[in-house]
Structures are given as C-alpha cells and as structure tokens.
C-alpha cells in the first residue's frame, strides 16, 4: 500500500481482555515503531523493530505488552488483561532505515470500558 | 526532566505572516531532528527533517538547527489557515539511538 496501515481504527473492550493490534507498513520500509498518545499527551515511544528484531523493549510500559513482528512486514501489539489506563491512541510508523523520517499510521483509538 | 520542550501555545499569527515555532533539547548526543504536523484527531505528518547545522528550506517551510544551542526551530512563510495545527518537534535520544523523543507540541492558529 502507499502508507502506513493499521488496524482496527477503533477498538471498544472491557477490562481485562486482550487486544490486539496490527500494522502494516509502508512497502519496503525496514523499520517499524510503536507509539501511543494520550489524550492531552505527547508520544510515547513503545518499541521498534529492524527487521523482525526489537532491540529494546523498556519502553513498553509493563510486562501486559508485547509485539512482534513477522517476514520483516507486518507488526502486532498485544496488550494482556487490559487496564482502564491502557486507553490511547496506538501509532505505529516506518522508516526506510533506522534513524530515517518515519512515517506514520491513523493510529487505533483504543477504549477500556 | 523533560527532553524536548515546546512552547505550548496557541501560537496565534495573521494570514500572510512568518509563523515560528521552537524546540529545545537535551542530549547533545542528538543528531537527528524532525518536524511533524498533527491535525486535531489525526495522526502526525513529516513535515520537516535536518541533520546538520543551517537551514534546510522546503517550499514554504524552514527548519533551522543550531547545535551548539540545542535549539530547533521551524519557520512557515506565507501562513496559511490550513497551517493551523499543532506542530510536534522529535530528537533522537542521543548519539546512535533510533528512539524518537517528541515534545508535546505547539499548537498554531493562522487568523484569516
């Protein structure tokens, strides 16, 4: 595709369940980043990936969050036991290379009930 | 303490006029620094990226980097009211690092 896409746009669930994101980027783009943003917040960086390797995982905010991602491509974001303060906006990004412009998705708007 | 800071305005300017927007930073290790544009409920756009020391000029916009100051700055000619929007300044965290730092932003108002 010509963009970043991700996926779902929005997201409602209650508390306690799992949620998972997806993100795909933009063709031939090496590396991919998370980030979320709270309402009234700044970015937040989560975790990227070159290639299918995240080389540093202390940004996600607990042991609830994990990603991967697979063949280079596409990414998952998958938050455990969901909290009320798991509520953001997920942005996922792409760069050709590391360190490159990154270019970002829509984002998924996610609500815990 | 905070790596990236921003004014948080608004910054109000007429149509026409020279709208500029500053970012600090921290890490003097940062070597790469970008401009994005975010509408209100949208995702951020690049608008702008520098490197090195100057000025980098792309159309209507400007982007100055002194390093030694640890300033950024972004400059749109010719404002326009779909300019309006809130800017986001990101740094690298330091030398080597692929971690981008945001500020919370600067949020423009172009009057008509």
């Known amino acids: 595709g010509a963009g970043v896409s991700q996926s779902p746009s929005n997201k409602v669930t209650e508390k306690g369940k799992d949620v998972e994101l997806r993100c795909d980027p933009i063709s031939g783009h090496t590396a991919l980043y998370w980030y979320r943003q709270s309402l009234g917040q700044g970015l937040e960086f989560l975790i990227y990936f070159q290639g299918n390797s995240a080389p540093d995982k202390s940004g996600l905010p607990s042991d609830r969050f994990s990603a991967e991602r697979t063949g280079g491509s596409v990414s998952t974001l998958t938050i455990q036991r969901t909290q009320q303060e798991d509520s953001a906006v997920y942005l996922c990004?792409?760069?050709?290379?590391?360190?490159?412009?990154?270019?970002f998705g829509d984002g998924t708007r996610l609500s815990i009930l | 303490q905070k790596e990236v800071e921003q004014n948080s305005g608004p910054l109000s300017v007429p149509e026409g006029a020279i709208a500029s927007l500053n970012c600090t930073y921290s890490d003097r290790g940062s070597q790469s620094f970008f401009w994005y544009r975010q509408y209100s409920g949208k995702s951020p756009e690049l608008i702008m990226f520098?490197?090195?020391?100057g000025d980098k000029e792309d159309g209507r916009f400007t982007a100055q980097l002194n390093k030694a100051s640890q300033y950024v700055s972004l400059l749109i000619r010719d404002s326009q009211p779909s300019d309006s929007a809130t800017y986001l300044c990101a740094v690298n965290r330091g030398a080597g690092s692929y971690q981008l730092t945001f500020g919370k932003g600067t949020k423009l108002s172009v009057i008509p």
């Open positions: 520098i490197y090195s020391n």
């Open positions: 990004a792409s760069s050709l290379a590391m360190g490159g412009p990154q270019h």
